[in-house]
């Protein structure tokens, strides 16, 4: 082909879990790859009932061109939800609808990366913001991180060896992929040395209504006195990922520069989907339909780390959630889980390696599991698959295996 294309496509990879939904949408394959909130929380007979009372309502204005910092009605229902769920002080100007929050990382790279800037980021850190932010040019610093977060002291060091840092990307609460929260103390460190090197923080909060146990701990965004943090979240896993509302909450002055960056990339999230969002949370308790999908990704958790304690072999380290969608695999060194992936795929049992996390390497050993979307019987079967193939991975057989394990 004699097209030239713009360099910045070579840096474009296909998501590893974008194609592994894709494999895994044919045939009887268990997938615990995509972090898909349970099919059965999907509201789909208030929804339709929605869209009837919306198309009444608003008639072509549900299906005409809206403002680029969307529906009012909708960013003032989100305003109402973060003064009451994270206690801040904001109003509706203060918040910008965008098209899931995979958008907010998009914009966030429009606004604040340069070719050669260096984002810092968790180990391991989200997959697509990787393949949001590597098209604006920017290299990633992974900072170490442990089960309390990102290991702040670490992060201090390295933003004092770079001189193009350009912003801190997180997720404090059931981070995807490891499912760790950050303690209090690590994100009052962070903010500090935020502070003190003059870098935005991009707080990514999907999972935070999700959590199954233990104390709420609060959000980046109301602990920043600095006016440094832009908070993003979604709709995504606690309504419907499929309607793509998400959003950013910012300091103005931060904000103004995000609206300005979608404007160009799409106008508006798209005016009948917003609708859809506000009507249902003026019709609908939120806070109760949430809690109907907390427990049954609960419920899912623990049916997963019963399954991987009964089937998998001790010496594999598997992570404990406290809400949210994922845990994380350790295969003892020097296993390789991209190889365990492939005996899995033949055996109709998915998930994704960890190297797709880590943007300079690692992780080889580790693996995303998403239990939120099996259902519980199907989680058992397909961890019994993934022992199965585990058996047969070179290396494997000085593992020891739980007596009542499936061979
Ligand atoms: C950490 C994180 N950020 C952003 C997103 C994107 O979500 P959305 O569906 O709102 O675009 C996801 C989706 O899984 C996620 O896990």
């Keep these: 082909m004699g097209l030239r294309f713009a360099n910045r496509v070579q840096s474009m990879k296909a998501s590893a879990v974008r194609e592994m939904l894709k494999l895994t949408a044919a045939g009887d394959v268990i997938s615990f790859a995509g972090g898909l909130p349970p099919n059965e929380c999907l509201p789909v007979d208030e929804t339709q009932a929605v869209v009837a009372r919306v198309l009444a ?10 403002t680029t910092e969307g529906c009012a009605s909708l960013r003032a229902a989100i305003a109402g939800r973060m003064r009451r769920r994270l206690g801040v002080e904001i109003t509706a100007e203060d918040v910008l609808v965008t098209t899931g929050s995979q958008q907010a990382l998009d914009l966030t790279g429009k606004v604040f990366l340069d070719e050669g800037d260096v984002v810092f980021c968790e180990s391991p850190t989200y997959l697509a913001a990787i393949s949001a932010f590597r098209p604006f040019g920017a290299g990633f610093a992974d900072v170490p991180s442990d089960e309390h977060g990102m290991v702040v002291t670490e992060l201090e060091r390295m933003l004092a060896a770079c001189e193009r840092r350009a912003l ?186 960890g190297d797709a996390f880590h943007p300079n390497g690692g992780g080889e050993h580790a693996a995303r599991i998403c239990f939120s979307g099996t259902p519980e019987p199907r989680i058992e079967e397909g961890v019994k698959r993934m022992a199965a193939a585990l058996r047969e991975l070179p290396g494997a057989g000085s593992l020891s295996w739980p007596t009542r394990a499936a061979a």
């Design 168 to 353: 801190v990307y997180v997720v404090p609460d059931f981070q995807n992929p490891s499912g760790r929260t950050w303690s209090l103390e690590r994100r009052l460190e962070l903010l500090q040395v935020a502070e003190r090197y003059e870098v935005p923080v991009v707080e990514d909060a999907p999972y935070r209504e999700l959590r199954f146990e233990g104390e709420e701990l609060p959000a980046l965004f109301s602990l920043d006195r600095g006016g440094r943090v832009v908070f993003t979240s979604t709709f995504s896993k606690i309504l419907s990922p499929g309607l793509r509302v998400g959003w950013i909450a910012a300091p103005l002055p931060l904000l103004e520069k995000y609206v300005l960056a979608k404007q160009a990339a799409d106008l508006h999230t798209p005016t009948l989907t917003q609708l859809i969002v506000s009507a249902f949370v003026e019709a609908h308790d939120l806070d109760a339909h949430i809690a109907g999908i907390r427990r049954v990704c609960r419920e899912r958790r623990d049916a997963m780390l019963r399954a991987l304690a009964q089937h998998l072999p001790r010496q594999v380290g598997v992570t404990r959630p406290a809400g949210g969608l994922f845990l994380w695999l350790e295969l003892p060194q020097p296993l390789d889980a991209r190889e365990w992936l492939r005996l899995c795929l033949a055996r109709g049992v998915a998930f994704v390696a």
């Design 57 to 66: 309502e608003h008639g072509p204005r549900a299906l005409q061109y809206s």
